[in-house]
């Protein structure tokens, strides 16, 4: 098994002639339209098939290694699962046992019956009969999930108080249950996969997973029992021999299924295409890649076995994947046509990984959301520009396919040449929201003070939303989304959670008690740093629970130094060390809240503490309250480069940075403070009072990290920027900036020249990330009926723009009709 | 000698992140006062210098706040709506600080030019990295002269780029004091006949082409022609060809023409000023039309953008 790498180029895939670009590019169309219809359902299934075939291995090895276990609970799943290949499919690999379906996972949490019956109002359906297979499931499962084993340690009361207010979502409502709800995911590999990592796909599109399989048997042989660890090394290096192997045997069985359709497949075009993918599967992911072909079904079989997971990461695509575009076009075996086609099946067989939660998790994560990113562009470890026709390519798949995955985040510095600017703008255009703009000034810098080299920060990859990773040497722990407003909530009711009445936080005193500003910022202060340990707290136990629950030989394996370390990844130190972060949400909330304590009550001394306090525990009920609301909204906010707004929300996460950077990790070393936020604004937001901001009872949260509250910026994107170019972002591992605009705004290859020039200018300023909602008929409808929350929308007239809730209804009638004319 | 920061002027606008008023991210400001008044005109609430109450009548809930405040007694409820005794009114603007409906809108404030330098200097780093800054809108900037001559050389101290979009019509002598402190004029040509202009915009067309050729010819300023296209009023086959020709032969090819088609934009703004009376109302051209306008500057050998 060992010796069987043979070289590449001998023996190529497809001998047949080229068609001509014009002729691929009508056939191509028809076939996207096909595997694209395909994505719209009714409704998502969820099976029991993967977590009968989990439970059914786990029950046999009771009393194994946990790693082991894991190997086998993995071989049984890729031995057994049912497997398809959809009609026009070129890519294989089905991500569920039922096409657009999501299977019961068993790590996470358990699904009790009320959560199912909620997932069945949500456009989920399952059948009687697995209903009833998950209860007995179940049963095996209790207090060995993620969540059952985090609840054993929640006994102190401290610690529950905290775990049930959801200062870090969502709130749990028992021990054993957590916040109710488990996962249910495609994907169909070893899950749950909260690690946010950059794994190293180009080793096995390289080398074959064969070679990984030689390298852990010839590691097998030089062990010698002289330490503790040699016994763990030999299970876990059993493990990946396993896995691996189990993975192949997966590819083969697609090499098979292949080839009976393609034996009754009456269509010759399509019955040569089902040769094709056997051929294919026969050698990929067992052996290096010969072409680019080969190079995306070993990529696509190896992301399925890197999910589920929400935030698996393709790293920079762009870069592993264009020598095999570059020989195969040199060679002449490939056209652009032929690799946007399938960059466009790629973005399709990423659509069919879906994903769900309980209730509580669904608000956070609102939506199928799932963070699966494409990095392209940015510098290469000698600091030359990356950029490549592939990098055009991969965002020229968005453009003509245009879901709302597989993400992509385009690396942006100085040499980033203004075509790919461009390009990537035209797609945001198209109003999917993507590509995402990063800084690599930003990034590198954060990254060069955490230790790294400089050759190896140039190298960064996107994981998640914008957490910033080093493929095989890093790892991010999911972590809580900790609601900054709800912990200031506490602060000024003195340590009291407002939802469950239980005393959370620290007394740090009655808030009519103090007497200036400074003192009561300091004391908010002390209240923030606790409630942050606790949440450090935890993260720990979290950490501590995946190390002992969840190993995974596959994706440690692809690791740096992965047989030779001999440990699966979270057992191992890793050379950048970012394993625990803490992450708020809502901070420009606590920072406009505690702009407008000062400006009101002890600058201009307008209204007293007590005013205040009772029109927020009415919620500005009433004419008198409404008035001191409209005190409020009139004080100093960020996001119009105010400095005297700007100067408490830079200090804020000054502080932060600095507390979390004294908060050990269970992985060694300290917490990274980071700042996203995804959709918990919503849920954060309806577990938080009225705050001193103006924002009423449940109200959603300011969205992004650095993006102004909505409705509170009055002076255009230009000053917005300025604003969060005020926050020190370098300690950040990541921070978050949406913007929106109207389509009409970016019409012109001169305004995408114009809106390139503010994405430098921000990076040029220290930004570290920046991301464009060009709205569509349904937010400028919203815009219509609610424009307090829309005035920053800038919309394009004739010769001039103009905001769009300053115009009129008329106007905006003829807008909205012209966004529909322009939507294709 | 004076302090150009202190200079007071009326502006009814500061609008950052402008991309349509010049070249790059520009900060555009908008003077009021306005010597013409078009049919067509986006800006109603432009035309007179001193500030004037802006009333949107779908957002008033008549809860009759701004009644008891107006210190002139000018505000009453009818129908459930505030009316407004534009005679009585002195703009004081305390109905508009009290309406929790942002209903009423004070258009139009004094100002300094230090002031407004102030707002537009704080993106001059965005100006920088594109090749912006300044525009000087309105309204019509020429009407403030001495303003607008404080805050363009506050500008150009500060090396920020300075735009003006101007109608032209001003005495050689004011304009020119403005312009030489400008370094791209935006110039709009409305109508070619004298009397159709007259009865279009309120003045003749004379002075406005004669400025025209001086800015090029004598103070060699590099020009944008803009030509609005409302349908019915100026856009015959004639009159663009007229246009087209005099831009080609008297100004030079150098001049890049940006067609503005007509929209609705003013039309509700002539409500909010309680002055529909004034208010017209045109269709506003498709783009077929637009385009065939386009092909005719085109054939003088002018680069046309059509929708500016």
């Not at chain 1, 815009?783 to 106007?811: C, H, I, W």
Request: glycine share 8%.
């Amino acid at each position: 098994m060992n010796q069987v790498i043979q070289s590449t180029h001998t023996n190529f895939a497809h001998p047949i002639p080229l068609p001509s670009a014009q002729e691929i590019i009508g056939a191509s169309k028809t076939r996207i339209q096909k595997l694209r219809a395909r994505l719209f359902v009714d409704k998502y299934p969820v099976c029991v098939e993967k977590i009968r075939l989990l439970t059914e291995a786990y029950k046999q090895t009771e009393g194994e290694p946990m790693i082991l276990r894991r190997a086998q609970a993995l071989a049984n799943v890729l031995a057994k699962i049912t497997i398809f290949i959809e009609d026009d499919e070129l890519i294989v690999g089905n991500a569920a046992s039922q096409p657009m379906a999501v299977e019961f996972d068993c790590d996470y949490g358990i699904w009790s019956q009320d959560e199912i019956d909620a997932l069945k109002q949500d456009g989920f359906t399952t059948s009687q009969e697995d209903e009833i297979e998950l209860k007995t499931i179940n049963e095996y499962w209790k207090g060995k999930t993620l969540v059952g084993r985090m609840g054993q340690f929640y006994d102190d009361e401290r610690l529950w108080s905290f775990m049930q207010s959801g200062v870090v979502l969502p709130p749990w409502k028992t021990r054993a249950e957590g916040s109710g709800g488990g996962y249910a995911q495609g994907g169909l590999g070893l899950g749950p996969g909260f690690f946010l990592c950059g794994f190293d796909f180009a080793r096995v599109l390289n080398g074959g997973l064969n070679q990984i399989i030689a390298e852990a048997e010839n590691e097998l042989k030089q062990i010698r029992f002289t330490n503790a660890d040699a016994v763990k090394k030999v299970d876990y290096l059993k493990a990946v021999i396993l896995a691996q192997g189990a993975i192949i045997h997966f590819a083969h069985r697609f090499a098979n299924l292949a080839r009976e359709l393609a034996a009754c497949e009456s269509d010759p075009a399509r019955k040569q295409e089902l040769a094709q993918i056997a051929e294919i599967c026969d050698r990929v992911p067992a052996y290096p890649a010969r072409d680019f072909r080969d190079a995306m079904q070993s990529f696509w079989f190896m992301f399925l076995m890197l999910t589920p997971s929400t935030t698996a990461a393709a790293g920079r695509f762009d870069q592993y994947m264009f020598p095999f575009y570059k020989n195969d076009l040199d060679a002449g075996r490939i056209n652009d046509a032929q690799v946007l086609e399938l960059l466009q099946c790629l973005r399709i067989k990423d659509m069919q990984i879906n994903r769900t939660s309980g209730k509580a998790n669904r608000q956070k994560n609102a939506g199928l959301a799932k963070w699966h990113n494409w990095t392209i562009g940015g510098v290469t470890p000698e600091g030359n520009d990356a950029t490549n026709e592939l990098s055009y390519l991969i965002l020229e798949a968005a453009q003509c396919c245009p879901t709302p995955h597989h993400t992509i985040t385009v690396r942006v510095h100085d040499g980033t040449p203004e075509k790919l600017m461009q390009k990537s703008l035209e797609v945001v255009r198209t109003g999917i929201g993507m590509p995402a703009f990063v800084s690599d000034k930003s990034y590198i810098e954060f990254l060069l003070t955490q230790g790294v080299p400089l050759r190896t920060a140039r190298d960064y990859i996107m994981t998640g939303c914008l957490d910033v990773n080093i493929v095989g040497q890093s790892r991010i722990a999911t972590y809580g989304m900790f609601i900054a407003p709800l912990a200031l909530d506490i602060f000024m009711r003195n340590g009291i959670d407002p939802n469950t009445g239980l005393q959370v936080g620290l007394q740090t005193g009655a808030l009519e008690n103090f007497s200036g500003f400074d003192e009561l910022l300091t004391a908010f202060k002390k209240q923030l740093a606790y409630l942050m340990s606790v949440a450090a707290e935890r993260n720990n136990i979290e950490l501590r629970v995946m190390t002992e629950l969840f190993p995974d030989p596959v994706r440690s394996s692809l690791m740096v130094d992965g047989i030779t370390a001999g440990k699966d990844m979270l057992h191992r130190k890793m050379p950048l060390e970012n394993g625990g972060v803490l992450n708020p949400i809502g901070m420009i909330n606590v920072a406009d809240s505690l702009t407008t304590l000062k400006w009101l009550v002890f600058d201009e001394k307008k209204i007293s503490m007590r005013e205040l306090q009772t029109a927020l525990r009415a919620n500005w009920q009433g004419d008198e309250y409404e008035k001191i609301r409209q005190q409020c909204l009139a004080a100093p906010k960020y996001g119009n480069d105010d400095d005297y707004a700007d100067a408490l929300a830079h200090d804020l996460y000054q502080f932060w940075a600095d507390i979390t950077g004294t908060l050990d990790t269970a992985l060694g070393g300290k917490h990274i403070p980071t700042a996203i936020s995804i959709t918990s604004h919503a849920p954060g937001g309806a577990l938080t009072s009225a705050t001193p901001d103006g924002r009423f009872a449940g109200e959603c949260l300011a969205d992004g990290t650095t993006s102004p509250m909505r409705g509170r910026d009055k002076n255009g994107p230009t000053a917005a920027i300025k604003s969060a170019s005020k926050i020190d972002q370098t300690p950040y591992q990541a921070t978050l900036m949406n913007m929106k605009f109207h389509p009409t705004a970016l019409k012109t290859n001169e305004d995408l020249r114009k809106l390139s020039a503010l994405i430098r200018t921000y990076f040029g300023l220290g930004g570290k990330h920046l991301q464009f909602n060009v709205v569509t008929k349904e937010t400028l409808i919203a815009a219509q009926k609610q424009p307090e929350n829309y005035r920053d929308l800038v919309v394009r007239m004739a010769g001039y723009s103009a905001y769009f809730v300053q115009l009129g209804k008329t106007v905006q009638d003829e807008i909205i009709a012209r966004t529909e004319h322009h939507q294709v | 000698m004076t302090d150009e920061r202190d200079t007071r002027g009326v502006i009814f606008n500061v609008q950052h992140y402008s991309i349509h008023d010049g070249p790059g991210i520009r900060t555009t400001v908008f003077l009021k006062g306005c010597p013409l008044h078009c049919l067509w005109c986006q800006n109603p609430e432009s035309q007179a210098v001193r500030p004037e109450l802006f009333f949107n009548a779908e957002r008033c809930q008549g809860c009759a706040k701004c009644v008891d405040v107006c210190p002139e007694h000018a505000i009453e409820i009818v129908d459930g709506k505030s009316r407004t005794n534009r005679a009585v009114c002195k703009t004081s603007g305390e109905c508009a600080q009290v309406c929790p409906n942002d209903a009423r809108n004070v258009m139009g404030k004094y100002v300094t030019a230090g002031q407004v330098f102030k707002q537009v200097s704080a993106d001059a780093i965005f100006y920088q990295r594109s090749g912006g800054g300044m525009t000087i809108s309105g309204g019509e900037p020429l009407t403030q002269p001495q303003f607008a001559i404080s805050l363009l050389k506050l500008c150009r101290d500060a090396a920020i780029h300075t735009t003006i979009d101007t109608c032209g019509y001003a005495t050689w002598d004011s304009a020119r004091r403005v312009l030489e402190n400008v370094d791209l004029v935006l110039y709009d040509f409305k109508h070619m006949d004298p009397s159709a202009h007259k009865k279009l915009t309120g003045v003749s067309n004379e002075l406005i082409l004669d400025n025209a050729k001086k800015i090029v010819r004598e103070l060699s300023l590099p020009m944008f022609a803009r030509v609005p296209i409302a349908p019915g009023l100026n856009d015959s086959l004639t009159n663009l060809r007229a246009t087209a020709q005099f831009i080609a032969t008297e100004l030079g090819d150098s001049v890049k023409v940006h067609l503005l088609p007509y929209h609705r934009l003013g039309e509700a703004k002539y409500e909010r000023l309680e002055k529909p009376s004034q208010s017209i109302s045109i269709d506003p051209p498709n783009d077929e039309r637009v385009f065939e306008l386009q092909k005719i500057f085109e054939s003088f050998g002018l680069t046309t953008i059509a929708g500016g």
